[in-house]
């Protein structure tokens, strides 16, 4: 494990180089900017992906990207502070950051992911680059999930889906805590209509608070232990991936 991140908007060009030689594996967080209730702020997503993606460079020695800040958040575009692309833009930044990694030596690139609506656009994007360039490209979004939220947190989801909740402010609490306002938590299960998922009827017409979930059970020791198996189960996941390379 290094003492600190190899991330490349401090480094030199040089520093770049020889890190990219020592391990040519880079890692780019994928977040968005979108309301979080009113107990978290809106850069929720890129600060996890950005915190898993940093510990991650820390015990591997990959190369750390800047996060991308911004994802498909339409379901929240009328609140403010909401910033929302397109879908299809946040594949082609995918694609073009991939291909400029690529030109200099790096073999893997890993996308983190702290948006689930990026989830689309990640597995498209990575589709799209086998044709195109001799460099993989590995997608994760918290893997074993599911397994890992009902062994540490005590709420059940709001229709599978975790947005402002126990499992997100938790994971704030371990990560940024000093943007968590716990005074402000709140437990909203919004009533879902027949219509919803069938329709344009969107997550941002349900909720009076942007929680869906309940973010009252939220504790910095959850978040430290969730996190911990997540860069866990992550860390194998990028070794894996990088010896495949080897063995090709």
């Not at 950051?97 to 030109?103: L, M």
């Not at 059940?156 to 499992?167: L, N, P, Q």
């Not at 232990?225 to 996941?237: G, R």
Request: aromatic residues 8%; charged residues 25%; contains cysteine.
């Amino acid at each position: 494990m290094m003492n600190t991140a190899r991330e490349s908007i401090k480094m030199n060009r040089d520093e770049v180089a020889a890190a990219v030689k020592d391990y040519p594996v880079a890692i780019l967080p994928m977040g968005a900017l979108e309301q979080h209730g009113h107990h978290l702020p809106l850069g929720v997503d890129i600060y996890l992906a950005e915190g898993i993606s940093r510990r991650l460079s820390e015990r591997t020695g990959a190369l750390l990207l800047p996060a991308v800040p911004f994802g498909y958040s339409w379901v929240w575009r009328d609140i403010p502070g909401t910033v929302s692309m397109q879908q299809h833009h946040v594949e082609s930044i995918i694609k073009d950051v991939a291909h400029s990694v690529s030109r200099y030596g790096v073999k893997l690139l890993i996308l983190v992911n702290g948006h689930d609506s990026n989830n689309t656009s990640m597995k498209y994007a990575a589709r799209e680059l086998a044709d195109e360039i001799d460099m993989p490209v590995s997608y994760l979004f918290y893997p074993k999930m599911e397994q890992i939220r009902q062994a540490h947190c005590e709420s059940s989801t709001w229709d599978g889906m975790i947005h402002a909740c126990e499992f997100e402010t938790s994971l704030m609490l371990a990560i940024k805590p000093e943007l968590v306002d716990m005074d402000k938590a709140v437990k909203e299960y919004p009533e879902q209509p027949n219509l919803y998922g069938k329709s344009t009827i969107s997550l941002g017409d349900l909720s009076d608070s942007g929680v869906y979930g309940d973010a009252t059970l939220a504790t910095k020791e959850k978040g430290e232990q969730m996190l911990e198996e997540f860069l866990d189960e992550m860390e194998n996941l990028i070794h894996e991936a990088y010896s495949s390379l080897a063995n090709k």
